[in-house]
């Protein structure tokens, strides 16, 4: 396994703010109370971290209980003992996509694993610790998993499972079509242990929910890696204080959130979480939906239902479980219900904590630090070889199918016609400059005249070169499919690999040992991409 640094500069679509977090530009040292780099502070955050003996009791009970259920290993239920003794946590989290979702959740699980490994090298009692989000009711976002098949392409699995509209995800149970799902699913990732796995997890009757962590709990069995589900009841009676807290202070938190907004647009860094007047932090569950709490007029709206402000306080106190929170408040209840040293997340969620920085120090008094999660495409022995036969940088997958096409078909050009066309192109520059530095001489009006002039030339060889190329990539139907190959598996969708394809492909090709490769690459002082050459 070889690792190559990918600057996140040079990734399509990587947006401003994360690239100047990564950085920690002065503009984002306001918007987050640590840089990056996490050695350089961990020992000292330590000391911020105040966390009730009474909550990591009652915390400790639930996260041996649901793990147990689970099917926790015991590398993880001696994590919670320790945890239950007094270790922080290094939290990261995902949404429950079906079979286990994209890479990425991988690595996030990892990411915790490996810095939580690495606080204790410093002397810091610390867990990974995952968290399960179940509450989100975006049935869209996590009913499907893409797979590679054997020609190369990219297979869409979908789940035929379906709740009452705006049900949690987590409590949506599958029915008998889910077998049929997983013989689908056989076909692409064979007889191997990662796939024996799913098949005992999502069965009928089990949940995104349920079945997502007893796959996770399998898969980091060796690791010690804490599940935490967090729409359990028992949860949300500890968290009622912070429920109730986001409810009396609403208007102080919107006024609050709409100036950090204001802040972030002054910067010219996007809006990750839109704001109204209207919002608050809260969603509450009737009938199994998850509805949002709006606020108008001094008053709450539950739908067309109004309610007092007073009233739903007093609602929070006595059913805190009918309350679910939002994206903007759930890393919030997360660490008020943890001992959090540092929240690993992916680039959304950078993005998107530069705006619960402020709902952190309203409601929590210290601002948990996040973390860059390892991020990576692996790169399988077929695309290596493609790559070195056509002789191509990985950036070039980033042109997508058509453009990838192109470049392979100008890296095929017979020797010297390629030599022929480099020639010509610096043959005329050099014509072209001589041109230009007599007619600054002769009459400087003409000087622009000829510029144009070699730009034209210059586009008619290019043009040249590109259909020659086009001639090349007719005669030969197996590059286009070379071309394909190399997009689904490097940059499928033209979105990071990590993204498309499900973790679950790669544990059943390579097994548990990818895991402990991919954990020994991740350093915490790498906030690149990495290319790894499996």
């Known amino acids: 396994m070889q690792s190559h640094c990918l600057p996140f500069r040079q990734i399509p679509h990587t947006t401003q703010l994360f690239l100047d977090y990564l950085d920690f530009a002065p ?14 502070w961990a020992k000292d955050e330590t ?25 926790a290993s015991s590398a993880t239920l001696e994590n919670i003992q320790r945890f239950r003794s007094g270790a922080c946590a290094l939290v990261t989290g995902q949404q429950v996509g079906l079979f286990g979702g994209p890479t990425f959740s991988i690595y996030k699980a990892l990411s915790a694993v490996k810095m939580a490994r690495e606080a204790e090298k410093l002397g810091i009692g610390c867990v990974p610790v995952f968290w399960l989000a179940t509450e989100d009711h975006d049935l869209e976002e996590v009913n499907q998993a893409h797979l590679p098949n ?6 869409g699995l979908a789940s035929a499972t379906h709740g009452k509209k705006d049900e949690p995800v ?12 997983l013989s689908r699913a056989a076909v692409s990732l064979g007889d191997a242990e990662a796939s024996r796995a799913l098949a005992e997890c999502y069965r009928p009757g089990e949940t995104f929910g349920t079945a997502f962590a007893k796959f996770f709990a399998r898969v980091f069995a060796d690791f010690g890696v804490i599940l935490l589900e967090g729409s359990d009841p028992e949860l949300d009676r500890i968290a009622a204080p912070l429920y109730r807290e986001a409810i009396v202070r609403t208007p102080e938190l919107v006024t609050a959130l709409l100036n950090r907004d204001e802040q972030l647009r002054e910067a010219e860094y996007h809006q990750q979480v839109r704001i109204t007047d209207s919002s608050t932090l809260l969603f ?3 009938d199994g939906q998850r509805l949002p709490v709006h606020f108008e007029a001094g008053r709450f709206l539950i739908g067309d239902e109004q309610i007092s ?40 969620e950078v993005a998107y904590f530069a705006q619960v920085a402020i709902v ?50 100008s890296h095929l050009l017979p020797p010297n016609l390629q030599t022929s066309f480099d020639q010509a192109t610096t043959a005329v520059e050099r014509s072209m400059k001589s041109v230009r530095e ?5 009459d400087k009006t003409l000087v622009e005249s000829a510029e144009h002039a070699e730009g034209k030339m210059l586009y008619q060889i290019t043009n040249l070169r590109s259909r020659a190329a086009r001639a090349e990539l007719r005669q030969s139907e197996i590059v286009g499919r070379h071309a394909d190959l190399l997009s689904n598996s490097l940059y499928p969708k033209k979105a990071l690999q990590e993204r498309e394809i499900a973790g679950v492909y790669f544990l059943a090709k390579y097994g548990r040992e990818l895991l402990s490769g991919l954990l020994d690459t991740i350093h915490p002082d790498c906030l690149d991409h990495q290319l790894i050459t499996l």
């Open 438 to 442: 007599s007619l600054a001489q002769l």
């Open 170 to 181: 987590g409590s949506i149970a599958f029915g008998p079509e889910i077998s049929d799902l």
């Open 47 to 71: 000391d911020r971290i105040k966390y009730p003996a009474d909550r990591r009791a009652g915390v400790a009970d639930i996260l041996e209980r649901q793990n147990r259920f689970f099917g």
């Open 27 to 40: 503009k984002v040292q306001q918007l987050y109370p640590r840089s990056p780099r996490f050695l350089e």
């Open 360 to 409: 952190y120090e309203k409601l929590a008094g210290r601002v948990t630090p996040i973390l860059p999660r390892f991020s990576a495409t692996l790169i399988e022995q077929k695309p290596q070889g493609l790559l070195e036969k056509y002789k191509l940088v990985f950036t070039e997958v980033f042109q997508g199918p058509d453009g990838l096409r192109q470049a392979i078909g």
């Open 150 to 155: 054997a020609d190369g392409n990219l297979g």
């Open 309 to 348: 402000s007073q009233d739903l306080a007093r609602l929070a106190e006595s059913s805190p479980q009918t309350f679910s929170p939002n994206v903007l408040l759930r890393p919030v209840v997360q660490d008020y219900l943890l001992p959090t040293l540092a929240y690993v997340g992916g680039a959304a």
């Open 284 to 286: 509450i569950f009737r």
